[in-house]
């Protein structure tokens, strides 16, 4: 049967048509308990979504659809391991790699591997090619080998281990390792090659430029010894560039690569904010992979996160959604959102090859508050558009000043409340303003958004922030009936960028290739 024809999809799209209307000041001058009815607690985390266009009837509606669509089957057969992977035959289980105890014998000792690296390099035991002490680290990766330590290392700078540099290049824009490069010294820079498949292009250029660059420096292949690192599945290819089996940290391909962080694509981060920090964020996920699997749905987060973006993508029509952490640390996290949610879900095919019919993934983009503040908060208020937001806050800094916090948490709650009630031609005329400018100064609100409070930020509360993001993923794969673990959507390009770089060079025949690109072909050659 079609999503869209099932009873559980019919009764929320009829409750939708009817309820879509109401404004969120109706909504909580109706209920003076919507905030308790719409927040939910879990392990220091609260979230309240009373701000979100749902009432009772609509999230009594979601989760039956829930339970039609079978989560409870779904989440258990990916936590024992079942190939819920169809469309490339494997098993999803990062949540293994977290489970402490219990976690598989080959990931414990992986861990063990790495704490042995990152105890050697903070304690100057592990040495360069003429004896310096490593002094900076550099990852080279590119999406789910990049995105997550980057991310998760800038996210915990306040916990920054001192006299080591770590480094992200994901890039093959020369524009970013060469700058690095330059104020690098070869003889304490240990470089980190994290591919899961170690064919990505842009990730074997850059780490054949920094090889090259090191041997410049230090005359013998010898040094590659002791300044290269791989983290692969492909054992084979990392032994063909040259790196040192004893050097390479393996992950399995079980391991999504935008699920990847709690591997030994973790590294970099281990290495940034040390040893005790990295299991903290193994705890924190592990913490929020306990509730996910028991907690019952109505208090689940990662499903009612996944719920809340299905009614606001397909039930409200909204394209996208906005990230907004009120955290200068949490800076990146949008950016990982992207690959997680997008890459997870942008799909139209289902579990049986057939089309799905409706949007999925809604667009994920957002920035740290109060930066956007300035710049498209203009377009949230009063641009039209129907944009549902994820604030996050945090109980307190993570870099105590004084002064500083207390003004960043008044703008994340004075922007969630200006979207969700706006403001009226009753309050702005009872405010003196000229019939001029009210049309320029009503807000019309009803911007649904959900705020998610952090006691603090730290290893533990990212570990359960992502994990939380993680699961609600998964759960709207599922809501979906698609597979979130594959990205064929991402082959086309690669494919196609393989054609045209000969032809940048002047070799072979563009005449297969369209008129644009030829046209471009053309302009470019001439510009070299
Ligand atoms: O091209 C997309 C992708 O395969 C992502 O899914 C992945 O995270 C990224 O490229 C990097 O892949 P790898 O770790 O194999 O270099």
Same mark, same amino acid.
């Given at each position: 049967m079609k999503l869209t024809d099932s009873p559980a999809w019919q009764a929320l799209s009829a409750h939708a048509a009817s309820f879509?209307?109401?404004h969120l000041r109706d909504l909580f001058a109706a209920d003076a308990g919507r905030f308790e009815r719409f927040s939910r607690r879990c392990d220091g985390l609260l979230l309240d979504?009373?701000?979100?266009?749902?009432d009772a009837e609509a999230h009594r509606l979601l989760l039956d659809f829930a339970a039609a669509a079978d989560i409870d089957g779904w989440r258990q057969k990916m936590l024992s391991g079942e190939i819920i992977n169809h469309t490339e035959g494997r098993a999803v289980r990062h949540v293994a790699l977290r489970?402490?105890?219990?976690?598989p014998p080959e990931t414990r000792a992986v861990l063990a591997q790495m704490q042995d690296c990152c105890d050697s390099i903070h304690n100057g035991?592990?040495?360069?090619?003429?004896?310096e002490r490593i002094t900076d680290v550099v990852n080279i990766g590119i999406g789910g080998s990049d995105l997550g330590p980057r991310m998760a290392a800038r996210a915990l700078a306040a916990a920054q281990q001192p006299d080591l540099r770590v480094h992200f290049v994901a890039n093959v824009d020369a524009a970013d390792i060469a700058p690095l490069l330059a104020r690098l010294d070869p003889r304490a820079t240990l470089f980190i090659i994290a591919?899961?498949?170690?064919?990505t292009q842009e990730t074997l250029i850059n780490a054949r430029t920094a090889r090259a660059w090191l041997l410049a420096a230090a005359?013998?292949?010898?040094?590659v010894a002791r300044h290269f690192i791989a983290l692969s599945t492909a054992r084979e290819r990392t032994r063909e560039f040259g790196i040192a089996d004893a050097n390479v940290f393996e992950f399995w391909d079980w391991v999504g690569g935008r699920f990847s962080?709690?591997?030994?694509?973790g590294l970099s981060l281990a290495l940034a904010v040390g040893w005790s920090n990295f299991t903290q964020l193994l705890a924190g996920a592990r913490a929020m992979d306990e509730h996910f699997a028991n907690a019952p749905a109505a208090d689940n987060l990662p499903l009612t996160l996944a719920l809340l973006t299905l009614w606001n993508t397909d039930?409200?029509?909204?394209p996208s959604a906005a990230v907004l952490p009120y955290s200068q640390s949490l800076e990146l996290l949008p950016a990982y959102l992207q690959q997680l949610e997008m890459e997870s879900?942008?799909?139209?095919? +289902?579990?049986? =090859?057939?089309?799905?019919?409706v949007p999925t993934n809604p667009i994920v983009w957002g920035a740290a508050g109060s930066n956007g503040q300035h710049s498209f908060y203009q377009l949230l208020h009063q641009g039209g558009q129907l944009v549902p937001c994820d604030f996050i806050a945090l109980g307190?800094?993570?870099?105590?000043?004084?002064?500083?916090h207390r003004p960043l948490l008044a703008n994340c709650l004075a922007q969630s409340a200006a979207l969700a009630f706006g403001q009226t031609a009753a309050e702005l005329r009872a405010a003196g303003v000229s019939e001029t400018l009210l049309p320029y100064k009503l807000f019309p609100g009803n911007q649904p958004s959900s705020t998610l409070l952090l006691p603090r930020l730290d290893a533990y509360t990212l570990g359960q922030l992502l994990a939380l993001y993680e699961h609600k993923t998964f759960c709207l794969g599922v809501l979906w009936n698609?597979?979130?673990? +594959?990205?064929? =959507?991402?082959e086309l390009g690669k494919t196609l960028a393989g054609r045209i770089e000969p032809l940048l060079a002047g070799?072979?025949?563009?005449?297969?290739?369209?008129a644009s690109t030829r046209g471009l072909l053309a302009a470019l050659r001439s510009a070299s």
């Open positions: 879509s209307q109401h979504f009373s701000k979100q266009r749902i489970a402490g105890e219990a976690a035991v592990w040495r360069g090619y003429s004896n591919s899961k498949t170690f064919t005359g013998s292949e010898e040094a962080l709690w591997s030994a694509i039930f409200l029509g909204a879900n942008g799909k139209q095919t +289902d579990r049986a =090859g057939q089309g799905i019919g307190e800094s993570d870099f105590p000043l004084p002064g500083h698609l597979n979130s673990f +594959d990205q064929w =959507g991402v070799n072979g025949d563009a005449s297969a290739f369209d």
